[in-house]
């Protein structure tokens, strides 16, 4: 058997989209066949049927609505599917055989315009990678604004910065990435992110530069200013061929192509970013609870977006930060003016995402509503910038194009509440066009002629319930029940024939349904031609729009930084180029939000400086708020320099480069890795990469392994982060290992701080406060007490204390400070491989043997006996296995 003409034609588009769902338009509805029906109909729980294709067995089928699809398409976008939309391109009225038909859009997660699935305050990026033999190439695009980035990096490390940072929702690369140790798999599972290998064609050099310069209007790479980006042109290259063939449209709205260094903004890494909460809790992953959720009181989507942004790549250069903090602070001063001018923000629309639409032709009546609702605020906005008087005001006021022109004809043209549909008419304002009111004016006589053609017919025939009425498939009848029908006039023609009557029509009505008909009809057409023109007047103003909607976003970010810093009681931070940062009063923004009930947030200080206070550590129980603190340095830091006031009384803050953290422990065993292997694995990737000018976060090194590995790895990092001739860094080193303030005095810039407990019998009560000197113990009895661990246990783990002290952990401390002490030269860490280093214990084996021969054994019970001996037993076992003798060591 043979398969039907349609089903051929279905098949053979399938061919060419094989990695795509394929929707195809029949009639009212996008259908499936085959595995893409069974497919769809378990993802999104339809009911699979089946078609008669020609076939012995029918295939199997499932369909949507036509008008409903875009939900359809990003539910399954949304699981990672690609789908390939084939429409009809032609009116089937007017077709000769088969409908024509055509693939007219494909939607991937990176290209999903559809707006119900659009989180307004994210950016939805589609991100290209290549990768050579020494670089790797980035372009990223977010199709529903129009934002078209590029930059390259050397590393592996700083790709993955970059993915964590922009956090695309799809990935398309060579294949090169896909063996450059770049982890796929965890990219899409943790992330959610789409990533799969294009052919090596869309990466061709001479091709991807033509396409750039063919998109962009230029002659040359100078022309975009990336011509210093070689692998980043082959990324964006093959970003813009991947958009021109799933969109099939010219991509008019990306206008411009920014090219950025990675080292341009402070350095987030991932890790750093998911510890510090900056954009979403460590949890939850929900908003509520991170820094943005502090800082986001912007009142457009545009403002909410950026504001993202600037969080995520605070600024390194001191007069930049500057102008945003004198911004904020002229905000700041005017609160009268602050409150209109977020009056005014609060009514504009998305303007980059109108623009997005605008560019793909599925703008409605309704988004141009929308777009001069906002265009209308645009001088009341501009009008504002004058009331606060400062550097960066001015030179919004000096670019702000008010789009007056824009604003008046969409005002003029479109009326005030049109429908959603383009072509159902209502669109075009009564006035405008002399053509539209002519119908619209034959449209409403229309239904007075057949009101009074209906009053003439009742006086004439007698009939007094006839009706003249409409139906879609019949058009204009007089409708006569089945008690009058002896009365129907021989001109009467019979139309149709219902149970309780019948259907008629005369030559007066079918002229009259002719002028009424054809007068709605070109009516509908006549408008939507007016509203094509007017969408693509709009859209020649892209660009215009583009850059004042930027300005609009930047003004909305300043204001929210100054609407929270009043609310909140932050205040400006003094920003340094010397290295040094002295908070007083400092609070975390998002425990002291957080925060209920009297007690209030307890502020602390902080100092730090690249010479004698370079290095500080912090000793305390658990929970006491060790974590706590560090994070806030780090937050206060980073809002600094985002432009933002902080939470403190005063603060100078010197600009650091990067900040890294190294908080918590969990395992990753997807991976393969246990808790101590992430850890040790960012503290690597810290010691390598850290510099003089960052700033270190490392809370409880050493927790993964046993006590004497783990203060032994403490302690030698220390000593790294510390020497400035290999690094540096300001660090705050939280330590569950007291022992480690020995070295206060010891190394140069280590300095001791702990957080102040007081005791209560057999409890404590944690202050908060950060306070000069060292720990001398660790308190973890006390808080397991506090946590409701039962009595029994903590009076047995407070014996178990006893004896294990007789190992004098700190006299191995002391004597190990002596030997770094002694050192002619530094360690040369290179040559050291850190995971092998052990710690060593002072104790010979004549101190073991005498223990031993004293040991009362007939007074031991077996758990004693056992006890003494796992005791004596790791007195040897963790001695420094370095082949040398005692005197040697010392």
Not at 103 to 108: D, E, G, L, M, P
Not at 652 to 658: K, Y
Request: hydrophobic share 40%; aromatic share 8%; net charge negative.
């Amino acid at each position: 058997m043979a398969l039907s003409p349609m089903m051929q034609e279905y098949l053979t588009t399938k061919e060419k989209y094989k990695d795509c769902i394929l929707m195809y338009r029949i009639g009212d509805f996008f259908e499936m066949f085959f595995d893409d029906a069974k497919l769809v109909s378990r993802e999104l729980e339809l009911t699979l049927t089946g078609k008669d294709c020609g076939l012995e067995e029918r295939a199997p089928m499932c369909g949507v609505p036509f008008h409903a699809v875009d939900s359809y398409v990003a539910r399954l976008v949304s699981k990672g599917y690609k789908v390939a939309l084939c429409d009809q391109v032609e009116d089937p009225k007017q077709a000769k055989g088969l409908v024509k038909r055509e693939v007219t859009r494909i939607v991937t997660p990176g290209t999903n315009m559809d707006q119900s699935f659009q989180d307004a305050g994210r950016n939805n990026y589609l991100m290209s990678v290549v990768c050579t033999e020494d670089r790797y190439g980035i372009a990223t695009s977010d199709i529903s604004t129009g934002e078209f980035l590029l930059t390259e990096t050397d590393s592996l490390a700083r790709l993955k910065d970059e993915i964590g940072k922009l956090a695309p929702s799809e990935i398309i690369c060579n294949e090169p990435v896909l063996m450059s140790g770049l982890d796929t798999e965890d990219l899409k599972g943790r992330l959610g992110i789409m990533v799969h290998a294009l052919d090596d064609r869309y990466f061709e050099d001479e091709s991807c530069e033509m396409t750039l310069r063919d998109h962009f209007h230029v002659a040359s790479m100078e022309g975009l200013g990336i011509r210093e980006f070689p692998c980043g042109i082959a990324a964006a290259g093959a970003l813009l061929k991947y958009l021109f063939e799933t969109q099939k449209t010219d991509l008019s709205h990306i206008t411009q192509i920014t090219s950025y260094r990675t080292n341009a903004s402070m350095v987030l890494g991932s890790a750093t970013m998911r510890n510090l909460e900056l954009t979403e809790t460590l949890r939850e992953k929900e908003k509520k609870g991170s820094l943005l959720w502090v800082l986001d009181r912007t009142k457009t989507a545009m403002g909410a977006r950026l504001l993202r942004k600037w969080i995520e790549q605070p600024l390194i250069h001191r007069k930049e930060i500057d102008g945003r903090l004198d911004a904020v602070e002229a905000v700041f001063n005017n609160e009268i003016s602050a409150a209109e001018l977020r009056e005014y923000l609060g009514p504009v629309y998305d303007l980059e995402r109108l623009c997005g639409r605008l560019s793909f032709r599925s703008a409605n009546p309704r988004d141009l509503v929308a777009l001069r609702s906002s265009l209308q605020m645009l001088p009341p906005i501009r009008s504002m910038l004058k009331e606060f008087p400062c550097a960066l005001f001015a030179r919004f006021d000096e670019k702000f194009d008010p789009l007056d022109d824009l604003c008046q004809l969409l005002t003029d043209a479109i009326a005030d509440d049109p429908p959603m549909a383009m072509k159902e008419g209502g669109i075009i304002r009564d006035g405008y066009s002399e053509e539209v009111d002519t119908y619209r004016k034959a449209r409403t006589d229309g239904h007075q002629w057949l009101a009074d053609l209906e009053a003439r017919e009742r006086e004439r025939t007698g009939i007094h319930t006839l009706r003249v009425k409409y139906n879609r498939v019949f058009g204009y009848c007089i409708e006569v029940s089945n008690s009058f029908r002896d009365k129907v006039p021989p001109d009467y023609v019979r139309k149709q024939t219902l149970v309780s009557g019948e259907r008629y029509t005369t030559q007066e009505l079918k002229e009259l349904e002719n002028r009424i008909l054809g007068a709605e009809d070109h009516l509908n057409s006549l408008e939507y031609s007016i509203f094509d023109s007017v969408r693509s007047t709009a859209l020649e103003a892209i660009v215009r729009i583009q850059k004042t909607a930027h300005i609009v976003a930047q003004i909305d970010v300043l204001q929210s930084f100054a609407f929270v810093a009043r609310r909140s009681g932050y205040t400006r931070p003094v920003i340094r180029e010397d290295g040094v940062i002295n908070i007083k009063d400092g609070r975390h923004p998002v425990v002291e939000r957080m925060m209920t009930g009297s007690s209030g947030f307890v502020p602390n200080d902080t100092k730090l400086d690249n010479r004698s206070k370079r290095l500080s550590i912090i000793t305390g129980p658990n929970m006491a708020g060790k974590s706590t603190y560090m994070r806030q340095t780090a937050l206060i830091v980073l809002m600094a320099q985002i432009g933002s006031f902080v939470p403190a009384s005063s603060a100078e803050i010197g600009i650091v480069d990067r900040i890294f953290t190294r908080v918590g422990a969990s395992d990753d065993l997807a991976s393969g890795q246990s808790t101590f292997m992430v850890e040790m694995t960012e503290v690597a990737n810290i010691l390598r990469n850290a510099t003089a000018n960052s700033l270190l976060i490392l809370d409880e090194i050493g927790r993964g392994t046993s006590t004497f590995d783990g203060l032994a790895l403490a302690w030698a990092i220390i000593e790294y982060i510390a020497d400035r001739r290999l690094i540096g860094a300001k660090t705050l080193f939280a330590t569950h290992y007291h022992e480690l303030t020995e070295l206060e005095g010891k190394i140069d810039g280590v300095n001791n701080y702990c957080i102040a407990v007081r005791e209560s019998g057999d409890g404590i009560v944690f202050l908060r406060k950060i306070i000069r000197g060292g720990a001398d113990k660790s308190y973890g009895i006390q808080v397991a007490r506090l946590a409701g661990v039962p009595e029994a246990v903590l009076t047995r783990a407070d014996e178990l204390v006893g004896q294990l002290s007789q190992a004098d952990i700190t006299g191995a401390v002391e004597t190990m400070a002596v030997s770094q002490k002694k050192k002619a030269k530094p360690v040369h860490y290179d040559d050291v491989d850190m995971g092998q280093m052990s710690f060593f214990s002072t104790v010979s084996d004549d101190d073991v043997l005498k223990e031993l021969r004293e040991i009362d054994i007939q007074t031991l019970t077996p758990i004693d006996a056992l006890n003494e001996l796992y005791r004596l037993q790791n007195k040897l076992k963790n001695r420094w296995k370095n082949g040398s003798k005692e005197g040697e060591r010392s």
